[in-house]
């Protein structure tokens, strides 16, 4: 079923908030390096992304809860908007920590809406397919975004491809300001008891369990944003390159959420997330060994079909198992974790790279993901049996 206009419209606002998110991120990347910033500081830059979502997502969630997407989403393209145009106008590292927080802390509080609305508005047997729709605008953004500021880059300068995404900011703050948002049919919430706290939702087993592959596989897409433009300039690649890389993941993304629909016929949320999981380690184990730019946008399509797979089959599990009243902000704590993940991430396998070499991260981060195979196959085997 194709998603009614408002729910279509709130893609878009996401998909633009994405493409400018996704496409400063690359950017940042890889004007701190012309600037001859080490691995640690380019670290602390993407960190910086994730910094203040970590700490306050879950207070963007209770405060979606109960006043709606309109206020909080307005707030994240104006700070996004913000972000991009900085850099554009001013050079240098220094401007770009401000960047850095201000376009991530926007993003979240679109994410943190958006992922909301889409499982508040949708009933349990639809719930799926509208996240995969969601989840589908995210891998057109996170193609466009990487390519998008590679070949400005290669062709133009650093500041013009944050004003490029600076207009995609725009774009988003007028979709949201001037659009039908108003219009989804959101289901009132129950208020939540006053002393209920976010550590509730990490007591609740089966929470726990989905947080906990869920932050695995976001780290290995997080993370490979992160090391892949690093792994390819040290290989000589041009930024269009490692653009087009990114975007050959992205892609990947793309048609594996296309035919999640039919795979959601098939295989259970759990079975899905398993075999992401398997998939994800075999990348990871092979990307040090790829040095050509064919053979690495093999593999990194291979990553984007295990990965971009599990968002929207995570979501699903989410938002079925959150307590009523407070599925904003248990999308506000999967945010937050994720987010703690990719601040230390950045920060330690940045110091790793420039101690131990690339190949260590890579392997250390396939041992990682490796850590959640047997939960997701036991709750994969379970729901098999039930």
């Known amino acids: 079923m194709f998603p009614s206009a408002p729910l279509l419209q709130l893609i878009l606002v996401s998909l633009m908030a994405h493409i400018a998110l996704a496409g400063s991120r690359i950017t940042t990347s890889l004007y701190a390096l012309s600037l001859h910033a080490s691995e640690l500081t380019i ?8 910094l203040f979502p970590m700490m306050f997502a879950v207070a963007a969630g209770r405060l979606v809860d109960r006043i709606g997407i309109m206020k909080p989403m307005l707030a994240g393209c104006l700070a996004m908007s913000a972000g991009c145009v900085l850099p554009s106008m001013f050079g240098g590292l220094p401007v770009l920590y401000l960047a850095a927080i201000l376009i991530g802390t926007g993003f979240m509080a679109v994410q943190v809406s958006s992922q909301h609305c889409v499982g508040a508005i949708s009933a349990a047997g639809s719930r799926s397919l509208n996240f995969s729709w969601l989840a589908l605008g995210y891998s057109v953004s996170g193609f466009c975004g990487p390519v998008l500021a590679g070949f400005i880059i290669d062709h133009a300068q650093y500041n013009i491809s944050y004003a490029a995404f600076f207009c995609f900011a725009i774009a988003a703050l007028c979709l949201t300001t001037y659009g039908r948002l108003a219009q989804l049919p959101l289901a009132p919430q129950q208020k939540p008891p006053q002393a209920a706290s976010a550590l509730d939702l990490l007591r609740n087993t089966d929470m726990r369990r989905i947080y906990f592959v869920g932050t695995l596989l976001s780290a290995a897409w ?36 296309l035919g999640m ?14 075999s992401a999981l398997l998939l994800s380690v075999l990348c990871y184990g ?19 079909l295990a990965v971009g797979s599990s968002q929207p089959n995570m979501l699903a599990l989410l938002h079925h198992a959150a307590p009523a009243g407070r599925a904003a902000e248990a999308v506000g704590v999967r945010i937050t974790i994720g987010n703690a993940c990719q601040v230390i991430l950045p920060l330690a396998f940045g110091g790793a790279g ?15 993901i490796g850590a959640g195979v047997p939960i997701a196959w036991r709750n994969a085997k379970a729901k098999k049996q039930g």
């Open 222 to 257: 997080d993370l490979f944003t992160f090391v892949l433009p690093i792994h390819g300039s040290r290989l000589g690649f041009s930024a269009s390159t490692i653009g087009l890389i990114l975007g050959c993941f992205s892609a990947a993304t793309f048609v594996v959420r």
């Open 261 to 274: 629909p039919w795979i959601s016929r098939r295989f259970s949320e759990w079975q899905v997330l398993a």
């Open 354 to 368: 420039a101690a131990l070499g690339l190949s260590a991260v890579f392997w250390s981060m396939g041992a990682m």
């Open 43 to 50: 670290g602390i830059l993407i960190a910086l992304f994730s």
């Open 286 to 304: 092979v990307f040090p060994l790829m040095r050509e730019p064919l053979s690495l946008m093999t593999v990194a399509a291979v990553l984007g």
